[in-house]
């Protein structure tokens, strides 16, 4: 059973930066694919980023150029960099594995199996 631990959210000015991680137990990020998504107030939870186990990477095309997702498989953790923020990037950021092996990298929340508790971004203007 996977699960996973969000980190790295807080407060920063628009233009600024900010390093999200989602720590995995329970199975190795090197063979999980791990999507970020976000939900922002009064807002529907949305796909940011996702990466397959081979390491294929897919932006929302709104980050696209500012945020990047990685994965230390060391540290069995993925990374989501974000960078010129926006304060319309403000929301609470989750990670999510999907179980069953795919190369697919699936945009909607109905697909994944496990989720982070989410950790909150605060862009101010």
């Known amino acids: 059973q996977v699960q996973l631990v969000e980190s790295g959210g807080g407060l920063v000015q628009a233009g600024g930066s900010l390093r999200l991680s989602c720590a995995a137990s329970?199975?190795?990020?090197?063979?999980?694919?791990i999507t970020w998504f976000r939900q922002a107030p009064g807002k529907e939870r949305e796909f940011v980023t996702g990466?397959?186990?081979?390491?294929?990477?897919y932006y929302q095309d709104s980050v696209k150029g500012r945020f990047t997702i990685s994965r230390d498989n060391a540290k069995n953790t993925v990374y989501l960099q974000m960078s010129s923020l926006k304060p319309e990037d403000t929301a609470v950021y989750y990670c999510a594995a999907r179980v069953a092996y795919t190369l697919v990298v699936f945009t909607t929340e109905r697909e994944y199996d496990a989720w982070g508790q989410g950790t909150q971004v605060i862009v101010s203007s």
């Open positions: 329970g199975r190795t990020v090197s063979n999980t694919g």
């Open positions: 990466m397959n186990w081979r390491g294929s990477t």
